[in-house]
Structure formats: C-alpha cells, structure tokens
C-alpha cells in the first residue's frame, strides 16, 4: 500500500475522536486538533476528550429503542466510544449510563496512545486549504473557526439552537425519608431516586418555575428551543399539566409509604460509579443559579440538597445539511471536506459518535480506492445519514435517532415493542452482511 495522506479532524469530542480512531485503525494517519485546554466553552469542565453532559446522556440500550439499535450497530463497528462507555458503565435500568470522568479519561487515553494519531493542542481558525479534513469541531464551534464554515457557503447561514444541561446533586443531601429507589414499571433495577409530589406542592412548584428569573442569554426564543433537549421552565410555561406528561410523569410509579401512584415525580439518576453524585432528569435549565437553588429546593426531598453544579444553558450551531453535504458527510462543493457531529444535524451523542464512525468508514475506503459501503436506510446509521441529506425536507431540525426515519416492515406485528425488535433484528442482519466492507482492521477498532 501507498503511504496515506494524512487526515485532518478537528474537534475531539465524541464525533471526532471516534473518527480519528477508525480512520487510525484503518491505517490512515490522523492529526487530531483540539482546542482544549487551550482554550474552554461553557460546557467545557476538564481537559479530556469526549466529554459528557450527564451520566446518562448515551440513553437507552435496549434493542425495541432506536438509539439501543444504533449502539449496538456501533458495537458491531467496533466503535471506540462505546466500547470505552460499557467499559465505564453504571448502573441505570436499561439505559448506558457512564463515569463521565472515566469514560472521557480512558477515551483520551485511548487516542492519544495510537501511534497513527498525533494531537495538535490549539484553536484551528482557518480550514486546511488542501488534502482530506472532517470538521467535527462541535456545536460549540469557536468564533473563528465558525466565520470560517461560514464562509464556505456564501448563500446560505448556520442554523442556531440552544442546548441545556441538568443540575447536580450530592446523594447525601437527598432526604431520603421524602425518597425512595425504583425504575418505572419496576423495569430492571431500582436504579432511579424518585422524590414524589403532592398536587398542593407541584402547583406551587409549577408557579415558581414558570416565573423564575433565567440568565442572560443572547437571542433566545422559546421558539428556538429543540424540542428534544427544552429547558424544563420553557416546558412548564406551556401548561400546569406540561410536565405532567414529560419529566415529572408518575406513570409507573408508586410510593412505598402510601402504595399510591403520585400526583407527580421527579427522578434523580446516578452521575458517577460511587452513587455519590445524581442529577435531575429531564431538568435541563437555564434559570439563573439562585433562582435554581430557590425552585428545586420546593421538591420535598431536595429541600436540603447541596447542588454540585447548576444548569446551563449554550448556543448550538449546525449546519442545512440536506442542502450542503451528501450521504457520507461529504460536503456536496467540495468533498474532500467532511463534517461529522452535532454541527450535522445529528441530536444526540450515540449519533454523533455515528456520524463520526460512518464518515470515517466511507472516507478510509475512498482513500484506499475501495468501493464506498453506502449503509442502507434499514440500518439506523444509515437511516441517520440519509435523513441529514435529505434535499426533500423543508425546514431542516436536528434530529435524534427514530425508528420514523427507519424504513417499515413489509408484514404486520403485534405490539410496538415487538414491530421495534423485528425492526432491530432486520438492521442488524443488513449491517452483518456489510461488515466485510467496512475494512475494520486488524481488531483494533475499539477492543
């Protein structure tokens, strides 16, 4: 074989250094710029790669959800981000739930010990003008190198949203005599704190919110919030009964002291692998601090509790891909130009770790004179990319994984959950046959 060019990828967050390592065990030099700890973003909290928000921001991984078929067709790429997240797992019912710290730590490890990668600690500001680059710089993309995409596409502008980041709580400061441990539906095991709420007090909890003061943030608009990711008092301003049937649902829940389902329940989930730390589900916010510490102090069992880190709001930025690129996250101008992540139009880490693999698959085959793998729309990772390179969407909106954007079956099944695993068991016999195609190496991809 001819000596490979190397491949330029900027951004080492879970998009970027999963490409970086497939393009590596591929035998394709990598060098790898991150502007950390150069310089930080908002949500930014340490110098390791492939940092997290939350613990359980990787979701489920069950085979009748669309985003535990997506993982599981990771696995079977051999992808290095999740390989390093069941490495570094806890324990959360039916959902991949990490050590943040640790699985960002054994992520950076692994890349930075590849003898084919060689990482640039610096802000890149212009775009190489020659030779292979995956843009994977994030939605939290400098200013610098943001003018700089921008520029690439003179008729068209980004796309802005605003992403949020649950608050953190110390376990010990959970009064739990106003607690209990449970999963709903009692579904695998009792991994969540429920902290339940009588009608009296969620009404005055509801008002609160609903009216809390929120931090300054700059052209934001409830109109602008992704529905995916909407900071709970955005929630609770369209409705009493909004959370009701989102975050604070008691469906499936009952109290061990009354027998009783509640009127409403807020769940904490495990943050780290010593239980030490959890965090409110589904409370992504961006009320300023104190008016955090005043209104979630109103849920009876957290009345006490110590926030180890507030909520935040940043700006997320992503491109009008079915306009710009192409199927394998090439762009359409110009393809020695790929980008990969959130930037894409993926919502959602598992997918951007996708995009990532999968651009890297197509442009390690592409260097290496072989056939490109085209991952059919039947395989959630093919399904994905097709939907970010649509030209016939309208108004393009980040999208997470779904089984909506995942062809039907021709034949009739009983039971959502069922029509889900007969789907999963389809995608993965399709991706089983490509698999000799994706030129994996020599077992390196993730083990």
């Known amino acids: 074989m001819t000596e490979m060019e190397t491949v330029v990828v900027i951004g080492a967050g879970l998009s970027g250094a999963e490409c970086a390592w497939q393009l590596a065990a591929r035998g394709i030099p990598v060098m790898l710029c991150e502007m950390k700890p150069q310089k930080m973003t908002p949500a930014h909290h340490s110098a390791y790669f492939a940092e997290l928000v939350c613990s359980n921001s990787l979701r489920s991984d069950q085979l009748e959800n669309a985003v535990g078929l997506l993982k599981e067709e990771l696995r079977r790429l051999g992808s290095l981000i999740i390989a390093c997240a069941d490495c570094n797992r806890v324990p959360a019912g039916g959902a991949l739930a990490v050590d943040r710290d640790a699985f960002a730590r054994a992520v950076t490890e692994r890349v930075r010990d590849h003898p084919l990668i060689s990482v640039v600690e610096a802000e890149v500001t212009e775009i190489p003008a020659a030779g292979p680059v995956v843009i994977a710089s994030g939605p939290l993309t400098s200013d610098a190198l943001s003018h700089q995409i921008a520029a690439l596409f003179p008729d068209r502008c980004y796309l802005n949203f605003f992403d949020a980041a649950a608050p953190l709580v110390s376990f010990e400061s959970v009064d739990m005599e106003q607690a209990w441990f449970a999963s709903r539906y009692d579904k695998g095991t009792p991994d969540y ?7 009296e007090i969620y009404e005055a909890f509801w008002e609160a919110l609903s009216t809390a003061q929120e931090a300054e943030v700059h052209g934001f608009e409830d109109k602008q919030v992704f529905e995916g990711c909407m900071p709970v008092e ?3 301003r369209r409705g009493v009964d909004t959370l009701l049937y989102g ?3 008691p469906r499936g829940l009952r109290d061990p002291r009354t027998g009783e389902q509640p009127y409403a329940v807020v769940q904490l989930r495990r943050d780290n692998t010593q239980g030490t730390i959890y965090n409110l589900v589904g409370f992504q916010t961006h009320l300023r601090f104190p008016e955090q510490r005043r209104v979630f102090s109103m849920i009876p069992a957290l009345r006490d509790a110590q926030f180890l880190r507030y909520g935040v709001m940043h700006r997320n930025t992503y491109l009008d891909s079915p306009r710009l690129l192409n199927r394998y996250y090439q762009l359409n101008q110009e393809p020695r130009i790929c980008f990969a992540g959130q930037m894409t139009g993926v919502e ?3 997918e ?3 995009s990532g693999l999968l651009a890297a698959v197509e442009l390690a085959n592409r260097m290496m004179g072989l056939p490109p793998v085209d991952f059919p729309q039947e395989t959630a990772i093919g399904a994905l990319a097709r939907y970010v390179s649509d030209e016939s969407v309208g108004v393009f909106q980040p999208m997470n994984i779904n089984f909506g954007i995942i062809p039907p079956l021709d034949h009739r099944v009983k039971g959502k959950r069922n029509k ?3 789907i999963s068991a389809r ?3 399709c991706l089983d046959a490509l698999l000799p ?3 994996m190496g020599k077992g390196e991809s993730g083990k």
């Open 437 to 439: 195609r994706c030129n």
């Open 193 to 199: 704190i429920n902290c339940p709420m009588s009608r």
């Open 234 to 236: 955005v929630m609770a």
């Open 427 to 429: 995608a993965l016999q």
């Open 348 to 350: 959602g880490y598992v």
């Open 352 to 354: 951007s770790t996708a």
């Open 247 to 249: 975050p604070l649902k």
């Open 420 to 422: 889900n695993a007969e």
